[in-house]
């Protein structure tokens, strides 16, 4: 199913996609420019590898909200009924670039993935509900030994937003890109050099964290799952954050926390206090907005359950804002939230190491490691009103 990348897109087996906030991101074409029906999307293989890659493009038809894919010249095609158990999906994979060469498809409007793997199409289900995407984390999904990743993105009247996400998992890396009318190009995902490694031996080394990392039967490493998934599968205790949790609950029980959510509205303010383990904030008037139960590390990491943010006014961006304040331990250190500042994040030795570590190896510090790494403008996303080309570049995995 496909669902908004903010919402915590795993309400299901796979979420796709920026579609809800991300659609109203960012700046509108110009009145007399009109956003195509498909732009066309660069993939360059700079991987090094030698295996055959397939290339994707799933989503959600913003104009009918039908689920389907797109073929190489960007036509949408949807998706037909699926069945319990789940019936194969028709084989909507593009062949890729060899190494070192350069491949241009068209994608259309559509918020959706581009995926891509090396050596062997993934396996993509339909159920009564629409698609079944690959969930690495269950150790019987045929894709668990395929080495993949993805891109997500949203194309509509407004422009295009194209980002590299690790909110599922770190895996085979890439760089996304978007032309602009005028011929330049912004770039964002690319790991510094040597990265792609560093990442896996960062997290080896991290006493505990190391378990996110899945490997094949002969030793290939091909991913470290997130660490929201760590806590559903075990390989990272569900107690992961719970000393920074107590600690923050029991600072604001006689302290105040302010939450200033729009960066563009700096008069809109909650304050939050804990009172009978629970966390209420009030607005202006003094009156409660909103409450929280103390989360886990499974709320945390995943920014749902006890840190559910709906597409609201008040929970919604309240929520986002706690979320980015416990994955990256600001919440301590800076009873003003959020705190937008890389350098304050991630100091205390409670936190989300996987978004650490992660976004420690990026070239532009920028990253997706968790639902809401968007606050503050920490994402690794390009956007343009009024997109000329999308680039998607594979890198080596070195």
Wanted: hydrophobic share 35%.
């Amino acid at each position: 199913m496909f669902s908004s990348l903010r919402h915590r897109l795993l309400a299901t087996a796979s979420a796709v996609g920026l579609a809800g906030a991300l659609l109203t991101v960012g700046s509108s074409p110009p009145a007399d420019a009109a956003v195509p029906d498909t732009i066309p999307l660069k993939i360059t293989n700079n991987s090094g590898r030698a295996d055959q890659v397939h290339v994707y493009t799933l989503g959600t038809s913003l104009t009918t909200g039908r689920q389907g894919w797109a073929d190489a010249n960007g036509t949408f095609h949807a998706w037909p009924a699926g069945g319990n158990p789940p019936t194969p999906a028709p084989d909507a994979s593009i062949p890729g670039p060899a190494a070192g060469q350069t491949k241009t498809i068209r994608i259309p409007k559509l918020s959706g993935r581009i995926y891509f793997s090396y050596g062997q199409k993934l396996d993509f289900r339909l159920t009564t509900g629409g698609l079944v995407q690959p969930a690495v984390q269950n150790p019987s999904d045929p894709n668990r030994n395929i080495l993949f990743n993805w891109s997500e993105y949203t194309l509509n009247d407004s422009g295009l937003w194209l980002n590299s996400t690790q909110v599922d998992m770190f895996s085979t890396p890439y760089t996304v890109g978007v032309q602009r009318a005028g011929g330049g190009v912004s770039t964002t995902g690319q790991l510094k050099p040597g990265g792609y490694k560093a990442v896996f031996s960062a997290l080896r080394a991290q006493p505990g964290w190391g378990g996110l990392i899945q490997t094949r039967p002969d030793g290939t490493v091909l991913r470290a799952l997130s660490p929201l998934y760590g806590v559903e599968t075990g390989a990272l205790p569900a107690s992961a954050m719970d000393d920074y949790v107590n600690r923050v609950w029991q600072k604001y029980t006689s302290t105040p926390l302010t939450v200033t959510p729009f960066a563009d509205q700096p008069g809109t303010k909650y304050v939050g206090r804990v009172s009978g383990g629970v966390m209420h904030f009030t607005n202006s008037a003094g009156a409660v907005v909103t409450s929280f139960q103390k989360p886990d590390a499974s709320s945390v990491f995943g920014c749902h359950k006890l840190l559910d943010a709906p597409n609201d006014t008040v929970r919604g961006p309240i929520s986002r804002t706690l979320c980015a304040g416990f994955n990256r331990s600001t919440l301590l250190s800076n009873p003003n939230q959020p705190d937008t500042s890389a350098a304050d994040f991630y100091q205390d030795s409670v936190t989300n190491h996987y978004a650490r570590v992660i976004h420690d190896r990026m070239a532009d510090g920028k990253a997706y490691a968790f639902a809401f790494d968007d606050v503050g403008h920490h994402e690794s996303l390009v956007h343009d009103g009024n997109p000329a080309q999308a680039h998607l570049t594979l890198a080596p995995l070195d």
